[in-house]
């Protein structure tokens, strides 16, 4: 865990001088959109800015709409080609019907590009509270999604701090609704907890979290490959019975599985039957072995899965039988299991649970703590010790 506060550190500058950073400025960098070919924003009075060039006259100029076009190794606005540009405005800016708050980056990622938004931590927090939980759900539920989402971002800021963004808008790492009016509940649950993250071993880890546990949570290792994973323990999870989810059923046709395996590289020719070969402790499936016409293949459960769509297949906490042509699976829950059920969360919420009640709940060993207590512990000047005993804390 003392990687993370190691990365941290460098991120704040202290090996060089203290200079600017996302961390230490308090913003995050948000990829909205990855490998695009083309990118339509529109707004009112949008600067736009040459990234790295000079702001003399003429160097910038105004529109209420911005044509990005992928070109040769950089980024192509009316004609005029760059590394990337900025767009700022004192209006939200609009792509693909979506309201998000300046600045806004658009970047050469790739053969594609890249929209960025950078923005404060906290107000990009109240967009991933509104598009994880929406703003109906428990005052108290808001309130834990908010810590969680902090801990999550900040973790990973650390983590991409020298990359041209920290993380994305999307299901790969947490949902962003961008611009959130001032009237939304969601601010409240944000500024109540401002700063407030996880902590696991005194450090900042990723705090998953998924809609429904299907009954129980997963430890992360066993989903997870990253070295830095906290022993975070699963758990019988009795508030998520009411989820949407609790329990599911899929019939895929093995004709299509075999195609869907095909695709990814996997080639056993026509599915014949699927075979459980390895569970969690959860009851998960960490392994199964496809059988063919043309051989077999052992995969992942959590490869599996992805393979066919997480939405499709909701969790690896299934069973399955092939009926006939088709393969029938039964399960429970949505998502990886992992972390907080947002799902459980909720109902724990209704029953009267506050928000850190909650955290114990679904990460047993964390403690709370505070991102500004963090960061000034890492601002400390070291402190010398005698060269007698050659180090220096």
Not at 118 to 133: F, H, I, K, Q
Not at 140 to 165: C, D, F, G, S
Not at 252 to 258: C, E, I, M, N
Not at 325 to 330: K, M
Request: aromatic share 8%.
């Amino acid at each position: 865990m003392r990687t993370v506060l190691a990365a941290l550190a460098t991120t704040l500058g202290l090996v060089a001088g203290l200079v600017p950073s996302a961390a230490a400025s308090g913003t995050i960098r948000v990829a909205l959109v990855e490998d695009a070919r083309v990118v339509e924003l529109r707004g009112v009075a949008i600067e736009v800015n040459e990234l790295g060039g000079c702001c003399a006259a003429g160097g910038a100029w105004r529109t209420d709409v911005v044509r990005a076009v992928a070109n040769g190794q950089g980024v192509e606005i009316d004609g005029r080609r760059a590394s990337g540009f900025r767009l700022t405005s004192e209006r939200p800016i609009q792509l693909n019907g979506r309201e998000y708050p300046a600045a806004l980056e658009v970047l050469k990622n790739g053969d594609g590009l890249a929209v960025v938004n950078e923005l404060p931590l906290e107000d990009y927090l109240v967009g991933v509270v509104r598009a994880e939980a929406g703003e109906r759900w428990p005052r108290e539920m808001l309130r834990a999604q908010a810590i969680v989402a902090r801990t999550y971002a900040a973790y990973h800021r650390v983590l991409n701090a020298p990359k041209a963004y920290h993380i994305l808008a999307s299901t790969v790492h947490q949902g962003y609704a961008g611009h959130v009016p001032s009237s939304s509940p969601v601010w409240d649950a944000v500024r109540d907890t401002s700063r407030r993250v996880l902590l696991w071993d005194g450090d900042l880890f990723p705090a998953f979290y998924h809609a429904a546990s299907g009954g129980y949570t997963e430890d992360p290792r066993t989903v997870f490959a990253a070295g830095n994973i906290p022993r975070l323990k699963a758990i019988r999870d009795k508030f998520s019975t009411g989820a949407p989810n609790y329990a599911w059923s899929l019939d895929l046709r093995l004709a299509d599985l075999s195609q869907i395996l095909r695709r990814n590289g996997v080639d056993v020719g026509t599915v014949t039957a699927v075979e459980i070969a390895e569970r969690t402790p959860s009851l998960r499936v960490s392994a199964l072995t496809v059988h063919g016409t043309r051989g077999r293949a052992r995969l992942r459960g959590n490869d599996f899965r992805r393979m066919v769509g997480y939405e499709t297949l909701k969790s690896t906490l299934f069973a399955v039988a092939v009926d006939g042509e088709t393969a029938r699976f039964a399960g429970r829950g949505f998502g990886h299991g992992v972390g907080m059920s947002q799902w459980g969360a909720k109902a724990m919420a209704e029953r009267g649970y506050r928000a850190e009640k909650i955290l114990e709940y679904y990460y047993p060993g964390m403690t709370l703590g505070s991102l500004d207590d963090l960061e000034r512990t890492l601002l400390r000047p070291p402190k010398v010790v005698p060269a007698s005993r050659g180090s220096v804390e």
